[in-house]
């Protein structure tokens, strides 16, 4: 017995001669534990709509820091149930969970069980590795004792649910309570709280996504610790216990879709600051608003699977193939083929659930032959599908239909005319399966969405709305250019000519005005001059342009002649809500006409003090963007149009909605839009370009391989409605208000009883005169313009 005692005393002297030199040795290496408060939580780039909504965030973690006082106090009872009951007693060390560690160096040689308390939970996961030695269990516990003397319990605790990995990219509980629950922290229930303060001891192991059986039972012993120590009644145990688990999973917390205007800002910031961006928590608040964003999304897939189904049905993605291998696109699931009956079929979802598509849902689905050609409607199901085919579904009222993922692409721009804020962006149908943004980098022919500032040119030029053209055949040299409908309608006004698009006119114009000034002229809206043609082609819209281009044309229109300048962020903040910028972009002054000069930029995305623009040089000559800079003054966007051409053409456009090509939009039920239908040779670009005084929307729909879209798919009938699916959004609840007309002008024609407006080719002219008996162009047109202020 005393030699058992002395063996004891020997061991307990060495260890604490052990701990003494260890401490000796380690003390003077320990970091200063003050920092903690100053201290910057690695937190994602966030990306946010105008109104405040999350579009995206960039960055390994995903974590939301809470001060205490944001903490639920049941939350707080939570993690002490699961972690360290004795908190708010203790000095930051658990003799008991120490003496666990002890026994475990003596029987292991290493440390098997925690033994650490909330306090030295928080020293290693801000200081240390998560290697279990001694000489690291040892500096846990000096940096518990300094964190206990530096910092409140408060602040321990607050600094504990900020850092914890909680599974899923979640570090922190705000950022597990959006992960797992799509709530805010202060939304969850008792049941729901237990289950991520079950997380911290296994991430992997008790994850209710990966493991759910085993994050109940994790959570269920959870509930029964509080309801032992108080913290919670038994009718709040027996109700939390009754609870599933109520998973809400969002492995994307984004409220709002929109990848391509998440892309635009990650790549403007990096290119400024760096790839540590992305880490440093910043909030990035755009021009974007969060449901005409969505309005956006909708309505260009919505427009190209119309599009896809009057094509027909290509067959099955796969047969046999592992349903785990296709993802989501657009909202279209993938789903494996179950079972096919005659007006029926059904199918499993990759979250194993099964769907049935009623004959509804796949009626549609003649056998796909080319552009052109489609075969006869089939007569059963079995026609469409096999078992084992894997195929697309979509929601569709309170079923399911078949739908496959679209071959054709497309997009829709919009902005704010006044300002340039781009409202809206949408760069295709699917971001994951395709990150070209077809708003920003897809050069197309322009069609005849060229055609207004032909026109424009050509009324600063002297001409007038009822000045006659010939519309009638033409050739020059080898080249003999026809209308769309191989007609001619000879002597029409140049209003007419517009709103039904014919191209003999444009010719006739352009010949009238000179292919030289027109470049010049189309130069002022934005467009590039190398991609203009030097010939009388530019009439018809042989230039390559950017939907970003032809937004920022429009606007001109729309606003009464100024040239604005897109852009898409409209303020930075840091990690602390402290303002690092705001756009400052060249707004209308219609009382000063204070010119400003035009933008010079070489970066196709650039931060400035006026905003961040969007300008349309050749990417592979982007610059760097020169450092934010803040001005004192808002800057004047310059004029580049006549105020009454910009008048006499809005009203043009706006016979094109109710006479002409753009008849399809009457659907919206206004009297206040106008625009521009486009379709080139082949119809491998379609096109609509549309505005109201409030906002300019530009849909394009063609092949990223250009290529016919079909016979029939005009401008009007394959983009118009992309377009006004989202202008039924964005001009919900907003009062009807046309342009006013400048000084001196009479106003447009009002519309009809209908709703529709008078022919006005039959009308006095916009500019309130009744045109010359021969409706010709003055004799000096071509020399000098009545108005022609350039």
């Known amino acids: 017995m005393p030699a058992l005692l002395a063996a004891t005393f020997a061991g307990l002297l060495s260890l604490i001669l052990l701990g003494s030199g260890v401490y000796l040795y380690l003390n003077p290496q320990l970091p200063n534990v003050t920092q903690l408060r100053e201290i910057a939580l690695e937190t994602p780039l966030q990306i946010y709509s105008s109104d405040g909504k999350l579009i995206s965030e960039f960055g390994e973690k995903h974590s939301r820091p809470l001060k205490y006082a944001e903490i639920p106090p049941m939350f707080v009872n939570a993690f002490l149930a699961a972690e360290d009951d004795n908190f708010f007693k203790h000095g930051g060390i658990s003799l008991k969970g120490l003496g666990r560690a002890f026994v475990d160096i003596l029987q292991t040689g290493s440390i098997q069980s925690g033994g650490s308390t909330i306090t030295m939970q928080v020293a290693k996961n801000y200081f240390l590795t998560s290697k279990r030695t001694f000489s690291r269990k040892f500096t846990e516990i000096l940096l518990a004792r300094d964190i206990e003397q530096a910092l409140s319990k408060q602040e321990i605790l607050a600094l504990y649910v900020n850092k914890i990995f909680l599974g899923q990219r979640a570090y922190g509980i705000g950022a597990a309570a959006e992960v797992y629950y799509g709530k805010n922290v202060n939304q969850l229930s008792i049941a729901e709280m237990a289950m991520i303060a079950g997380l911290p001891k296994a991430p992997s192991k008790y994850n209710p996504v990966v493991n759910p059986k085993r994050a109940l039972q994790r959570r269920d012993w959870i509930l029964g610790r509080m309801l032992h120590l108080g913290f919670i009644t038994e009718a709040q145990y027996q109700e939390a216990l009754a609870q599933p688990t109520n998973l ?132 059963n199901a079995g026609q ?45 149908f699917d971001y994951s399966r395709s990150q070209f943004n077809r708003s920003l980098q897809g050069w197309r022919q322009a069609g005849s969405t060229l055609k207004p500032f032909i026109y424009t040119l050509a009324l600063e030029r002297g001409y007038t709305p009822n000045s006659i053209i010939n519309d009638a055949p033409l050739t020059i040299g080898n080249w003999s250019p026809s209308n769309s409908d191989g007609e001619f309608m000879g002597p029409i006004t140049l209003r007419r000519a517009l709103y039904l698009s014919r191209n003999l006119v444009s010719v006739r114009l352009l010949q009238a005005v000179g292919v030289d000034r027109a470049r010049s002229y189309l130069d002022r809206f934005g467009f590039i001059d190398t991609q203009l043609p030097k010939n009388l082609t530019l009439a018809l819209g042989t230039a390559q342009v950017l939907p970003v281009q032809m937004a920022t044309a429009y606007s001109v229109i729309a606003n009464g002649g100024y040239r604005i300048n897109p852009y898409f962020i409209e303020r930075i903040e840091d990690s602390h809500g402290k303002v690092l910028f705001t756009a400052n972009p060249e707004r209308i002054c219609r009382d000063c006409e204070k010119p400003a000069p035009l933008p010079q930029s070489t970066s196709p995305i650039e931060i400035t003090g006026e905003g961040t623009h969007i300008t349309t040089t050749n990417p592979a000559d982007a610059a760097v963007p020169a450092a934010p800079e803040t001005r004192p003054f808002t800057p004047v966007a310059k004029r580049v149009m006549g105020a009454k051409s910009a008048y006499q053409m809005a009203n043009i456009l706006r016979d094109v909605i109710v006479h002409g090509t753009g008849r399809g939009a009457l659907s919206l039920g206004r009297s206040d839009i106008a625009g521009k239908t486009g379709t080139t040779n082949d119809a491998k670009d379609a096109w609509f370009a549309g505005f109201n005084p409030h906002m300019v929307a530009i849909a394009w729909v063609g092949f990223d391989n250009p290529s016919p879209l079909g016979r029939l798919e005009y401008g009007g009938y394959a983009a118009l409605p992309i377009w006004t699916g989202f202008m039924k959004q964005a001009l919900s609840g907003i009062e009807e208000r046309w342009l006013e007309p400048p000084e001196g002008m009479a106003p447009a024609p009002q519309p009809a009883n209908n709703g529709g407006l008078p022919d006005s080719s039959t009308a006095p002219s916009a500019d309130g005169t009744t045109p010359a008996s021969d409706g010709a162009a003055p004799a000096d047109a071509a020399q000098a313009a009545p108005e022609d202020i350039f």
């Open 248 to 379: 809400n999973f969002r492995p994307a917390t984004t409220e709002v879709y929109g990848p391509w205007i998440a892309e635009m800002v990650r790549a403007a910031l990096v290119a400024r600051f760096g790839e540590n961006i992305q880490g440093a928590g910043y909030r990035i608040y755009t021009t974007v608003q969060a449901d005409m964003q969505n309005a956006a999304v909708k309505s260009v897939i919505d427009g190209l699977i119309a599009y896809d189904h009057r094509h027909g049905w290509r067959g099955p993605e796969a047969n046999g193939q592992p349903l785990s291998d296709f993802y989501e696109a657009g909202g279209l699931q993938p789903a494996k083929v179950t079972a096919v009956s005659k007006r029926n079929f059904t199918a499993l979802l990759k979250d194993s659930t099964s769907v049935r598509v009623d004959w509804e849902g796949m009626s549609w689905a003649r056998p796909y032959k080319g552009v052109n050609s489609v075969g006869a409607y089939p007569a």
């Open 384 to 428: 469409i599908v096999h078992v084992d085919d894997i195929i697309r579904v979509r929601k569709s009222g309170n079923g399911w239909a078949l739908a496959q993922i679209p071959a054709v692409q497309g997009q829709l721009i919009a902005v704010d005319p006044e300002s340039g804020a781009i409202k809206a962006l949408a760069g295709g």
